[in-house]
């Protein structure tokens, strides 16, 4: 049996990278996938791929930081599906930066939306899931949050908010039925790993190489690959870790405990 059947699940920026992979995964594991999502081309683009592979989505334009949006896609997903089950809040932007060298936009901007943002949908996600008797959330934090990364200043302290506001929820809510855990990824090869290559790293020749650099920092010796991070994604919001709730989880190659 699928195991996520009849489960309704949302994934924020789950039109592409890690998002994309667990929206794809919940699909084929019988969820019907509520897509929220800034990129509406991207998250059409993964909505239809699981309509292609007979499963249920519904991609949803939402600026998670803005709190009517987040109301408007949460009441567009129970139109769709009926009420939710499960929060997975992915959607994120990275920063590169050091205290000194990031500005105070950057900064506002990079906590607007990794920790506003997920703030905002577990307010108006948990009372329904309360309602309901119980669910699952699962926030996307980063090892980030426990260690130290150079040039991730603002990015840090953004996840060391996910990861903060996850053993709340957790202790706040266990009574009521609802687990919530965070998964602590390493470096995942994603668009925007391509992305700032390209920005940084013009040249071919040195863009390969700073790929292999990046590659060989995790002791496993490579990145991540999404789609490892939809696996524990999965097992973490089925039941089979149902006894599962305010716990961390490092998906890095062995970053955290072999460095």
Known sequence: MNKLDDKVAIVTGGGKGIGRAISLRFASEGA???????????????????????????????????????????????DAFGKPTHLVNNAGIAHVGTATTTTEEDFDRVMNVNTKGLFLCLQAVIPVLVDNGGGVILNLASIASRLGIADRFAYSASKGSVLAMTLSVAKDYVEKG??????????????????????????????????????????????????????????????????????????????????
């Open 32 to 78: 019907k996938v509520a897509i929220w999502e800034k990129d509406v081309d991207a998250a059409v683009e993964t909505s239809k791929q699981i309509s292609d592979s007979s499963g249920m989505a519904v991609s949803i334009e939402c600026e998670i930081s803005d709190q009517s949006s987040v109301l408007n896609a949460l009441k567009e997903t129970i």
């Open 178 to 259: 609802i687990r919530c855990n965070c998964l602590c990824p390493g470096r995942v090869h994603t668009p925007f790993v391509d992305g700032f290559l390209e920005k940084y790293y013009p040249d071919q020749n040195e863009r390969d190489q700073k790929f292999t650099e990046l590659s060989k920092y995790q002791p496993i010796g490579r990145m991540g690959e999404p789609e490892e991070i939809a696996s524990l994604a999965t097992f973490l919001c089925s039941e089979e870790a149902s006894f599962i709730t305010g716990g961390a989880y490092d998906v890095d190659g062995g970053t955290m405990t072999l460095r």
